[in-house]
RNA sequence: CGGGGUGUGGCGCAGUUGGUAGCGCGCGGCGUUUGGGACGCUGAGGUCGUAGGUUCAAAUCCUAUCACCCCGACCA
């Protein structure tokens, strides 16, 4: 049963992911500048809790960060041949400031390898100066033809990540090395949304790049997200902005880059992953409140002994709780309850005066919505039984969410079969074919290969689409 | 760029054969309420996207223009 406001998943998709953009408070459409959105405080508050842990696995793994221009010289994005080509469509150029047309004309950075080559290629005189492991919180601009809030915005806010290494095999591991410690990690253990994770085939690779990896997650409606991305760009941007060094014996040689984002995208797969027909489902290691109070009084009498209840129950919950107590009193507490459903706080305790009679507390968990998931329990021990509570909520998030992929994800052997999959989930199939196979297939599927998993078959099979053997595997969906 | 749609109080909409703008929600005040989206009274709030034209008179008719939204091709 939906809330008011909400359309269902099962009605309308699409108008139910804006539904809860909308009614959740996350964001809303500018209005004025085309795809762009103003993220509301609660959404940003979601954004930071993102940033906050992968800016602690970008620091734990050895990276400093570092902030670049947004003005970029338009001739530097032109210096790699297959970048320029790649964002030429949707770059924002400025040809005017200070009152006259510019001699050279900046473009709005889509993306910051081409600043950064030209920086780089000032600091890195020796093999000394090597690795230069540097990441910078930003927003870039992609004109997108196509904007939706979080998916796909014009403006949009990440971080991306930039090395430099004296060694082909150094570059990978780095590249590698983020996609499992960072962002793995982080999307599978705080964001409880679980990956695929794998190769990214030729069609789909990074403008300018060797390779690029990335995880991909399901949505509940069997479409693909990619979450994150990891370039080994080769020594193709050294190549275009001339970054050297002199090795141990005095040759030069081209650097090894790589470069990684990740961004508020996440915030529309965290919405798909989680969320239901009665608004944002949110995991408890991620919630900015993880447990909402919401008290019930008939009167002045009654209001004064509940939060004198509330006070001395709450009291133990600092530094171990994430909570705020909603004590406006012009909202009735039905209300109450149905907009922190709405805002996707994982745990709301209700205290009334019955409550405070027999020592106890109402607690609903946000995952189990209705009459199963709310419970009574004792003011005895309830801090601990919340800590683990939510610990319970996470796993349980990351479990259905799990199970569900897993169920939408078939090993298919013909083309029909592999058009069927698409129409539901993924499909996994052996794959001999090339940019042009592929090419096809997405026309006439719409789908993409997502990736090439890190995870391939001990044994042959035969190519979904050419019939020839082969012993690669990969993962084809419809994606957002 | 193609196809479709919409611009009227904060939001959602109505506005008839042209006659000078109305409803719901929300918002402010007061009172009663409060264990799953409360109610009454009262009040504030709009040069009808913009520019031009027709007319005694334009939200309404005409022309131009701008913007945004939805559907497809490109994408973190």
């Not at 297959?82 to 009152?99: D, L, M, Q």
């Not at 919180?137 to 014009?154: D, G, S």
Request: aromatic share 10%; proline share 5%; with cysteine.
């Amino acid at each position: 049963m939906a809330k008011e406001g909400i359309h269902t998943r099962a009605d309308n998709y699409a108008q139910w992911y804006l539904d809860i953009v909308e009614q959740a408070d996350l964001a809303e459409p500018s209005g004025v500048v085309r795809g762009a959105m103003v993220i509301k405080p609660t959404g940003y508050a979601v954004w930071e809790a993102i940033q906050r842990g992968l800016d602690q696995r970008i620091k734990a793994t050895g990276h400093v960060n570092a902030y670049f221009p947004l003005f970029i010289p338009q001739s530097f994005l032109q210096k790699e041949a297959e970048h320029v080509e790649g964002f030429a469509p949707e770059v924002a150029v400025v040809t005017h400031a200070g009152g006259k047309e510019l001699e050279e004309p900046y473009v709005v950075r889509p993306t910051s390898e081409a600043i950064i080559g030209h920086t780089y290629a000032r600091w890195i005189q020796s093999w000394r100066d090597l690795p230069i492991l540097i990441n910078q919180w930003a927003n870039v601009v992609r004109w997108e033809l196509r904007p939706r809030p979080f998916l796909r915005t014009t403006e949009f806010l990440w971080q991306e990540g930039h090395t430099a290494h004296a060694t082909e095999a150094e570059a990978e591991t780095e590249t590698l090395r983020i996609l499992h410690e960072v962002y793995a990690d982080f999307v599978e253990n705080v964001m409880a949304i679980p990956l695929y994770r794998g190769l990214k085939s030729r069609r789909e690779t990074f403008a300018g790049a060797l390779r690029t990896y990335a995880i991909e997650a399901m949505m509940q409606d069997g479409r693909a997200l990619q979450a994150g991305t990891s370039h080994n760009l080769g020594q193709n941007f050294a190549r275009a902005f001339e970054i050297t060094y002199q090795t141990p014996s005095n040759e030069r040689e081209y650097v090894w880059t790589t470069s990684w984002g990740a961004s508020t995208r996440l915030i529309g797969g965290l919405i798909m992953v989680h969320s239901d027909d009665d608004g944002l489902v949110l995991p408890p290691r991620l919630a900015p409140i993880q447990v909402v109070v919401v008290p019930i009084f008939k009167n002045d009498s009654e209001r004064a002994t509940v939060m004198a209840a509330i006070e001395r129950i709450t009291a133990p919950w600092q530094g171990k709780l994430a909570f705020k107590i909603d004590d406006r009193d012009h909202l009735s507490p039905g209300f109450k309850f149905n907009e922190w459903e709405l805002k996707g706080v994982p745990v709301r305790v209700e205290v009334g005066p019955k409550d405070v009679q027999k020592d106890s507390v109402a607690i609903a968990r946000r995952d189990v919505p209705g009459r199963e998931g709310k419970s009574f329990v004792p003011q005895a021990g309830l801090t601990e039984r919340l800590v683990a509570l939510l610990d319970e909520i996470q796993q349980s998030l990351f479990d259905r969410a799990l199970a569900y992929r897993n169920q939408r994800t078939v090993d298919v052997r013909t083309y029909e079969e592999l058009a069927a999959a698409v129409e539901q989930g993924f499909a996994r199939a052996y794959w001999d074919g090339n940019d042009a196979d592929e090419a096809r297939i997405q026309e006439e599927l719409k789908a993409t290969i997502r990736v090439i998993p890190f995870d391939q078959p001990e044994t042959a099979g035969t190519c979904v689409l050419t019939g020839r053997e082969t012993t690669k595997q990969v993962l084809f969906a419809r994606s957002y």
